[in-house]
């Protein structure tokens, strides 16, 4: 039945009569109210993005949802930063177990997790990756890096590093361990340096 058509009386009455049966099957329109979320995930999805796009911009709406964004976030900011941190950590143990056997840097053997990170071999990115860095100007990495990896079935062209081979291949183009591009041996020779 459409409440719209309702008369101001009769909806008064049904919102009575449905007050009632809340309240005495509560267990069983929760779980009736439970299931159609799950069924009709998607629908509610689309709903809300409709929803939101329509009202962001209505300044009482801003207001009120802002204020609710920042109360939650405010009150729970201890909260999520450990479950993030805890969520991270568990994603990077995942990933270096999937691009390490030994569990530790593919060129000094550095094996302190906290050390770790994801290298990019030959520095060829995925799609996803290459987007990431379009949007929002940052190099895609940390948990959504590890995230993306998993869900592709940890491709090829990865590989583990600790934090100092890592840099330090980015910043001479190899790791200073396995020796020194020509250009830096031609700098070392000129200063005569010992390494
Ligand atoms: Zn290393
Ligand atoms: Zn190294």
């Known amino acids: 039945m459409n409440s719209r058509k309702l008369t101001v009386e009769q909806r008064k009455r049904k919102r009575r ?15 009736r109210n439970k299931q159609w979320r ?10 809300h993005t409709k929803y939101m796009k329509e009202k962001r911009n209505e300044p009482r709406f801003k207001e009120h949802y802002l204020g609710l964004q920042r109360n939650r976030r405010n009150s729970n900011k201890e909260k999520t930063a450990y479950f993030n941190a805890k969520k991270t950590l568990v994603a990077r143990i995942e990933i270096i177990q999937a691009y390490s056997l030994g569990r530790c840097c593919a060129c000094c053997k550095e ?4 050390l770790l990170s994801v290298d990019h071999i030959d520095g060829k990115r995925l799609k996803e990756e290459i987007e990431h860095e379009k949007k929002y100007g940052v190099k895609m990495a940390g948990l959504s890096l590890y995230m993306l990896l998993k869900k ?3 491709p090829k062209g990865y590989q583990i ?16 361990h396995q ?3 020509k ?10 340096l010992n390494v």
Not at 38 to 47: D, L, M, S
Request: glycine share 6%.
């Open 161 to 176: 590093l600790c934090y100092n081979c890592n840099l330090s291949k980015g910043h001479h183009g190899m790791c200073p």
């Open 38 to 47: 799950i069924e009709n995930e998607e629908y509610i999805r689309q709903w």
């Open 152 to 154: 592709k079935g940890f």
């Open 111 to 114: 094996d302190n997790i906290f």
């Open 17 to 31: 009569q449905d007050k009632k049966y809340y309240q005495n099957n509560k267990e069983r329109v929760l779980e």
């Open 183 to 192: 250009k830096f041996q031609k700098l070392i020779k000129e200063l005569n």
């Open 179 to 181: 020796g020194f591009t």
